[in-house]
């Protein structure tokens, strides 16, 4: 199961952390990322994190947003930074090694 949380109402040039809780026990090798879906258009990927802590990003958030893991608390992290009013959407985080998705936490970013 896996449990997204911290979206918000920001300003532009606003700060976010998403977390994304974990319940199982492959956690650690698990390779989890951010997608996001705006309002008429498809989901579109954002960021991933491998079980050894790679990462790779979309271009249109590359510089502004981080992702990253605590191991020990079972949680994926997106800090999202400079955020633009296009960044609004809904987030999911998923689990490659089951391919599963966790709820969606909103993200408004006002202008």
């Known amino acids: 199961q896996l449990q997204a949380s911290g979206g918000g109402l920001v300003q532009a040039g606003g700060s976010l952390r998403l977390s994304c809780a974990a319940s199982?026990?492959?956690?650690?090798?698990?390779?989890f990322g951010w997608y996001r879906q705006a309002p008429g258009k498809q989901r579109e990927f954002v960021a991933r994190i491998s079980g050894g802590s790679s990462t790779n990003y979309a271009d249109s958030v590359k510089g502004r947003f981080t992702i990253s893991r605590d191991n020990a608390k079972n949680t994926v992290y997106l800090q999202m930074n400079s955020l633009k009013p296009e960044d609004t959407a809904v987030y999911y985080c998923?689990?490659?090694?089951?391919?599963?998705w966790g709820q969606g936490t909103q993200v408004t970013v006002s202008s």
């Open positions: 199982r026990s492959t956690f650690s090798i698990s390779a």
């Open positions: 998923k689990n490659f090694l089951f391919d599963f």
